[in-house]
């Protein structure tokens, strides 16, 4: 079964911290993919990244980053230098092979104050 | 270009009625999925649309949900005799043909509540 746990529900820093989410996932398929996504107020989810189980190089975007560890089952993401306007409900979700349903954990909503 | 619309962005409905949902998905994008988020909880997959045909519904809860999507593009979800438990956002998500991680774009939602 698929299993995307994250830990943190809320998450408060002042702007310009460092903050890391934690994303772990559980699955018994070597084929996998991992996606992050933002909810903000407005409640749309919109994507941020899409990564495949097999393709554990790390990724920044910007003042985004996202670590795969597959040892430790773990797709974690940073934003470095937080903004007001990353406020929002953050999503971390597995899509297994062959399966059309994608599993979300269920958010960590982060708050940073000005 | 646009983006995944829902109709209407908010229901109130009394228990026991009819309700559709609509979704428009993004111009072209074959594969259409249906999900539903309750307060403090992230979305739960509810069923995905290959084309006109229902290619996989085993997230819908109970035989009160049904979906469908007759020309290939817009989707209507549709709850009968409506229950308080259903109360929730019910998202609407496309991909461009549906293959094994692909990614979804989300619309809005339709938040239903039921009194």
């Known amino acids: 079964a698929q299993k995307v746990t994250q830990a943190q529900t809320e998450i408060s820093v002042v702007e310009k911290e460092d903050v890391t989410l934690d994303c772990v996932y559980e699955t018994r398929d070597t084929t996998y993919y991992l996606f992050w996504y933002k909810q903000p107020p407005s409640g749309e989810l919109v994507f941020l990244i899409r990564?495949?189980?097999?393709?554990?190089q790390n990724e920044i975007s910007g003042r985004y980053s996202w670590n795969f560890q597959k040892s430790t089952s773990s797709f974690n993401f940073t934003i470095t230098a937080s903004q007001v306007v990353d406020s929002a409900v953050y999503f971390c979700?597995?899509?297994?092979?062959?399966?059309?349903?994608?599993?979300f954990g269920a958010g960590t909503r982060l708050t940073v104050k000005p | 270009g646009a983006g995944v619309s829902q109709t209407p962005s908010n229901k109130v409905t009394e228990k026991g009625k009819y309700v559709e949902l609509r979704c428009d998905p993004i111009?072209?994008?074959?594969?259409l999925y249906w999900y539903r988020q309750s307060l403090g909880q992230g979305p739960e997959f509810l069923i995905y649309f290959q084309g006109t045909g229902a290619a996989d519904d085993s997230g819908l809860p109970n035989d009160r949900f049904f979906a469908v999507r007759p020309e290939g593009s817009v989707s209507t979800l549709k709850i009968q005799r409506t229950e308080r438990g259903d109360s929730a956002v019910y998202l609407c998500a496309s991909s461009l043909t549906g293959v094994f991680g692909e990614t979804q774009y989300f619309g809005p939602g339709t938040r239903l509540l039921v009194l």
């Open positions: 990564r495949n189980s097999f393709d554990e």
């Open positions: 111009s072209g994008h074959t594969a």
């Open positions: 979700a597995l899509s297994e092979f062959n399966n059309n349903d994608m599993r």
